[in-house]
């Protein structure tokens, strides 16, 4: 069990589709803290940076064109495996194998239209919540009901 950090993006569907508080709502329930939050508009540069890995792969151009289309939510969330709780409550990369009471698996049906990102391990959170937030953006706070999440 560690204190880990990670970063979410509610992608262009997601905020076109009116899901944002949806996303959100089912991401702060787990008991995950919200350490940063804003609505933006991703630019080419920037999606290059943030899906660096996927460079090669055909559905790059395709993928930058969709981030960079409609502004996004980017969020922080903090907690103890805050990576790996996240990626579960989001559920599969394509939304047809992700299970019901999953947010891909209740809200999308086609690969490509995924509403939600979330950093995949440690190295790629820090990564990317440097990416997308200044250290002065992200807010360092204690909640009344802190032990009750965590023993
Ligand atoms: P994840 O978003 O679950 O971390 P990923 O990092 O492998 O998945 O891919 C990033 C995004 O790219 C993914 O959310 C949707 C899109 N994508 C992945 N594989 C794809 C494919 N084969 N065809 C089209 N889009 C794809
Ligand atoms: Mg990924």
Redesign the pocket.
């Known amino acids: 069990m560690s204190n880990e950090k990670t970063l979410v993006l509610v992608k262009p569907d997601g905020v076109q589709r009116g899901l944002i508080g949806d996303v959100i709502g089912r991401l702060e329930k787990t008991g995950l803290k919200i350490v940063g939050l804003k609505l933006i508009k991703i630019n080419d540069e920037l999606a290059g940076k943030h ?1 660096a ?2 460079k090669e ?1 055909p ?1 790059f151009e ?2 930058v064109k969709f981030i960079t289309s409609s502004p996004v939510v980017a969020l922080v969330l903090e907690g103890n495996n805050a990576i790996s709780v996240t990626r579960k409550t ?1 559920g ?2 394509n939304p047809v194998d992700s299970p019901p009471g999953t947010i891909r698996g209740d809200f999308a049906i086609d ?2 239209r ?1 509403i939600i ?2 950093s ?1 391990n440690e190295t790629d959170a820090k990564r990317e919540v440097d990416l997308f937030f200044d250290e002065n953006e992200l807010s360092q706070y204690s909640r009344s009901n802190d032990e009750w999440i965590t023993e």
């Open positions: 899906y890995e996927h792969k559905f395709g993928l989001m599969s990369t690969l490509g995924n990102h979330g995949a």
